[in-house]
């Protein structure tokens, strides 16, 4: 795995003249770009009061941070890249708590800075194809997530409980999110749009999946007689991914809305993603500041 250490970042990014100057370079490619008043190409200075770049012929001014998480906020850029260096190295996430202690900023705005971090991790991890193809093997899993309460029903049908879907490919990288419910209905288009037809895909003994051998290799397990491996087909990536999601949110997060369980997961599922590189995880959320914001659902 290759290594981004602390000490890196902190030579790296040291002050947020160096974190401006690298959103410069993501959105206009660099200090030197083209003047839309001069309409050539000009060299651009960095502001002292403000953050912004100023053309060196014509002081028109360029704001790198507009329309990117950090538009409108008063926030130290030192502070978001730290709260992202320390969300990319880690298993199991970072609470908003440990932001807010490590930071100094108040505990409304670690908040909304892991919030903002983990919606940018899911747009970069929508940007890819499909999974799967031939001589690919995938596996597909629901879950439930969420604490129980009393009197609001057993298992499966607790309506504190949130139904998260996944599909990983074995060595290879993974989607997952929440779904309203974990019918045939629900889940055979959500594998149709992400795996490519003649993939193997693996599974449990739920009957959602039984139809999937009509375009696909399916096989599954049958757990309710302990079966747990048939021949190639397992569970067992997927199931291991959903131990580490619960034992984080558990130990590290506590709790986990509804609302905000599509962030927590996608986080989990970037992480997961990139687990070969601890640099290329990092630097890449850094590139994704240009992608376009993804709006609170």
């Known amino acids: 795995m290759a290594e981004y250490t602390f000490k890196q970042f902190q030579a790296e990014y040291p002050d947020d003249g160096a974190c401006l100057k690298r959103i410069m370079e993501i959105q206009y490619g660099g200090e030197e770009t083209h003047c839309q008043v001069c309409d050539k190409r000009m060299q651009f200075h960095a502001m002292t009061q403000r953050r912004a770049y100023a053309c060196q012929g014509c002081g028109h001014h360029i704001y790198p941070a507009a329309g990117t998480i950090f538009h409108k906020s008063r926030t130290k850029l030192t502070i978001w890249f730290f709260a992202m260096y320390l969300m990319t190295s880690t298993r199991h996430g970072v609470a908003a708590k440990e932001i807010e202690r490590q930071t100094g900023v108040t505990y409304k705005c670690a908040w909304r800075i892991c919030h903002e971090l983990r919606k940018l991790m899911a747009a970069t991890d929508a940007q890819r194809g499909k999974l799967g193809g031939l001589g690919r093997h995938v596996e597909v899993d629901e879950t439930l997530v969420g604490g129980a309460l009393r009197h609001h029903g057993k298992g499966k049908h607790r309506k504190n409980k949130t139904t998260v879907f996944g599909i990983i490919e074995r060595d290879g990288r993974m989607v997952a999110g929440p779904v309203p419910d974990e019918s045939k209905f629900t889940l055979e288009p959500i594998i149709r749009e992400n795996v490519e037809k003649g993939t193997t895909v693996s599974s449990d003994g739920h009957y959602a999946y039984r139809d ?56 989990f599922s970037y992480r997961r993603n990139m687990r070969h590189s601890h640099s290329g995880m990092f630097n890449l959320l850094v590139q994704a500041f240009a992608l376009p914001r993804l709006r609170e659902s």
């Open 212 to 267: 999937l051998g009509k375009e696909y290799d399916f096989g599954f397990v049958d757990h309710s007689a302990k079966e747990y491996v048939r021949g190639k087909h397992h569970t067992n990536s997927i199931e291991g991914h959903w131990s580490l999601l619960k034992r984080a949110i558990k130990g590290t997060h506590v709790h986990v809305s509804t609302k905000h369980a599509w962030k927590y997961v996608a986080e």
